[in-house]
C-alpha cells in the first residue's frame, strides 16, 4: 500500500485511481469487518474515520444501536484540518461501542478480524481503523484513545499508533467516552506517516474548552532519528507480560543501545493502581456523557410506551450494549451518594500520583519505553471475562491518566506470525522528541510486515 506521504504528492488523477483502486481492496477484504461504511466526503488523499468523529452528512453511530438513523449536521475539527490538508474522510472504521472495549467485539455491526489471524481479535476500541491499515485497505486511519484504545490495537495488527498530549488535539466533535482522557490520534503504516498527519490534525481549537492554548511548530519537517536520547525502562512493567511480549521489549532494548541512546533502568508503581484509578475515574464520566442519550434529544427512541420514564428505561435498555450499560452502571454507582468520596474523589488523588510518578522519570529521561499489552493479540471469546479484558489495558492507561504523548511500534513477529508491539512514551507536549526516538527504534528493529 502507498504510505501517505507518497498519497499526498500525487497529481490529481492519480489520486482519483488510487480511491478506485482502495474500494475494490476493500470489498476483497469485506470479511474483515473493518469498514462499516464507505462513505466519502470529498475527492483528496482518503483517510479511513473511525465511528465516533462527526463528518457532516455521515450517519455517524459510535457503533451503537441507540444511534442508528442519526446524521452528524456538522464537521469535527480534525475533518475540517484534514480537507484542507489535502485528504478527504473514506470510509466509517468499525469500533467497540461508544469505545469501550479492547477488542472490537462489542460493536453493534459485529466484531472485525484481525488481519494477521482471523481467529483472534485486532485490538479495541479503534480496531476497525488498526485492521484495515494493517491489511492494506487503507493509507491510514483516525482513531481514538482513551486508555489505550490506539495504541494497543496498532501494536496487534502491526502498525503505527500515536496519541498526542491530552489538548493538543481537538476534541470537539469526537463522540465523548471520557472527556478527560480521550484523545483523537493517527493510526499509520509508519512512524514518519504519523508524524505528517498528527502535524496536521494538531492546534489550538477555540471550540474546544479543553485545547491547550500552547504555540504550535510542525514535528514532520524536522523528525530526526539520529538524536541521542535517554530513555528509560521499567524492569518492573515486564514481569506480568507474555514470554514473546519480554522477547520483543529486550530486542528494544538492544536496538536502541546500538543505536547509541543511553538506556535508564526505572521502577514504577504496579499497574493496577492505574486500572483501579482508570476504570472508576472513565466509567464516572462514560455514566454522565451517555445521559443525553435518552430518546429525547436524538438517537433512536423506544415505541410503544406508557409513560416518560418507560420512555427513557426502554430507549436506554435497547439501544446500550451490554458492555456499555456494565460501565454507566459502575459510573454512576462510583458518583453516588456515600460512594463519591470513597471511590471517585480517591481515583482522582491516585491519578495526581501517576502523573507526579511520570514527571519525576523524566527528570532524569527523555522517553520511557513500555509494553503496550501483556500478550499479543487474544482469539476470540478468550476474555470473556469482563475484569480480565479490563487487566489487558494495564501498560497503557497511566499514559492518558497523566495525559502524556505516546506511540506504539511494531518490533517484531512471534512464531504464530502475529505482531508484537511496544510504546515509547513522552513528556507533555514533546511530541518532537518522542517521533524522533519512535524513528529510530523503528529503524534499528528493522520490522518486517
Not at 23 to 32: A, T
Not at 324 to 352: C, E, M, N, P, T
Not at 387 to 411: E, F, K, R
Request: overall charge negative; proline content about 5%; hydrophobic content about 40%.
Amino acid at each position: 500500500m502507498i504510505t501517505l506521504k507518497e498519497a499526498l504528492a500525487l497529481p490529481k488523477e492519480e489520486i482519483a485511481a488510487l480511491r478506485e483502486d482502495l474500494k475494490k481492496r476493500i470489498e476483497e477484504k469485506r470479511d474483515l469487518n473493518a469498514y462499516i461504511a464507505l462513505d466519502e466526503a470529498g475527492e483528496g488523499v482518503p483517510l479511513l474515520i473511525k465511528d465516533n468523529i462527526q463528518v457532516k452528512g455521515w450517519n455517524v453511530t459510535a457503533a451503537s444501536g441507540i444511534l442508528q438513523g442519526y446524521v452528524a449536521p456538522y464537521d469535527a475539527t480534525v475533518i475540517a484540518k484534514i480537507k484542507e490538508a489535502g485528504l478527504a474522510p473514506f470510509g466509517r472504521a468499525n469500533m467497540d461501542e461508544f469505545a469501550m472495549g479492547s477488542s472490537t467485539e462489542t460493536s453493534f455491526y459485529g466484531k472485525t478480524l484481525n488481519p494477521h489471524d482471523p481467529e483472534r481479535v485486532p485490538g479495541g476500541s479503534s480496531g476497525g481503523s488498526a485492521a484495515a491499515v494493517g491489511a492494506g485497505v487503507a493509507i491510514a486511519a483516525l482513531g481514538s484513545d482513551t486508555g489505550g484504545s490506539i495504541r494497543q490495537p496498532a501494536a496487534f495488527c502491526g502498525i503505527v499508533g500515536m496519541k498526542p498530549t491530552y489538548g493538543r488535539v481537538s476534541r470537539w466533535g469526537l463522540g465523548a467516552y471520557s472527556s478527560s482522557l480521550d484523545q483523537i490520534g493517527p493510526m499509520t503504516q509508519n512512524v514518519e506517516d504519523a508524524a505528517i498527519l498528527y502535524d496536521i490534525i494538531s492546534g489550538h481549537d477555540t471550540h474546544d474548552s479543553t485545547s491547550a492554548k500552547i504555540d504550535y511548530t510542525p514535528v514532520a519537517p524536522r523528525l530526526d532519528p539520529d538524536r541521542k536520547l535517554k530513555i528509560a525502562v521499567v524492569d518492573n512493567y515486564i514481569e506480568d507480560a507474555s514470554p514473546e511480549v519480554r522477547a520483543a521489549y529486550e530486542k528494544a532494548v538492544k536496538a536502541l543501545e546500538a543505536e547509541g541512546h543511553t538506556i535508564l533502568h526505572k521502577e514504577m508503581m504496579g499497574a493496577k493502581y492505574d486500572i483501579a484509578a482508570y476504570y472508576i475515574i472513565a466509567t464516572a464520566e462514560a455514566s454522565a456523557n451517555l445521559s443525553r442519550y435518552d430518546g429525547v434529544r436524538y438517537g433512536n427512541r423506544a415505541e410503544n410506551v406508557k409513560d416518560l420514564k418507560e420512555m427513557y428505561l426502554k430507549t436506554r435498555s435497547e439501544g446500550f450494549g451490554e458492555e456499555v450499560k456494565r460501565r454507566i452502571l459502575l459510573g454512576s454507582f462510583v458518583l453516588s451518594s456515600g460512594y463519591y468520596d470513597a471511590y471517585y474523589l480517591k481515583a482522582q488523588k491516585v491519578r495526581h500520583l501517576i502523573k507526579d510518578e511520570f514527571e519525576a522519570v523524566f527528570e532524569d529521561a527523555d522517553l520511557v519505553l513500555s509494553p503496550v499489552a501483556p500478550t499479543p493479540a487474544f482469539r476470540f471469546g478468550e476474555m470473556a471475562d469482563p475484569l480480565q479484558m479490563y487487566l489487558s489495558d494495564a501498560y497503557t492507561i497511566g499514559v492518558n491518566l497523566a495525559g502524556l504523548p505516546a506511540i506504539s511500534l511494531p518490533i517484531e513477529k512471534t512464531a504464530e506470525g502475529l505482531p508484537v508491539g511496544l510504546q515509547l512514551i513522552g513528556r507533555h507536549f514533546d511530541e518532537q522528541t518522542l517521533f524522533d526516538g519512535a524513528m529510530s527504534l523503528e529503524r534499528a528493529v528493522a520490522y518486517e510486515k
